[in-house]
């Protein structure tokens, strides 16, 4: 069993800082990528930044040069800096992570989701 707790979410005013936290725990073998989505009433989930096993990331368009993602990889944990935030990124923020976790007999890759923390942005 793989799971993964978030952290950070709130209010907060245009043009103010957040940071999320996303700790990945349990059977865990390796971690191949983790990221974080977003989603807003009636639209679909949305990719805003990703890291990957080697360290590299992308980042959705809307984001970039405000939102950084960075990891502790002795804690399994993903961090979202997000700096100069606009009233359009509030949305509930999921953490995703792309695990390979220890069975009984072997190994077994999945994508795994936290359950979600919001972000309020007033303008």
């Known amino acids: 069993q793989v799971q993964l707790v978030e952290s950070g979410g709130g209010l907060v005013q245009a043009g103010g800082s957040l940071r999320l936290s996303c700790a990945a725990s349990?059977?865990?073998?390796?971690?191949?990528?983790m990221g974080w989505y977003r989603q807003t009433p009636g639209n679909q989930r949305e990719l805003v930044a990703r890291?990957?096993?080697?360290?590299?990331?992308n980042y959705a368009d809307s984001v970039k040069g405000r939102f950084t993602i960075s990891r502790d990889n002795a804690k399994n944990t993903v961090l979202l800096q997000m700096n100069s935030l606009k009233p359009e990124d509030t949305a509930v923020y999921y953490c995703?992570?792309?695990?390979?976790?220890?069975?009984?007999?072997?190994?077994?890759?999945?994508?795994?989701w936290g359950q979600g923390t919001q972000v309020t942005v007033s303008s």
């Open positions: 890291i990957i096993r080697d360290g590299s990331t």
């Open positions: 349990g059977s865990i073998f390796s971690i191949n990528a």
């Open positions: 995703n992570g792309d695990i390979t976790q220890i069975t009984n007999w072997s190994t077994l890759r999945g994508d795994y």
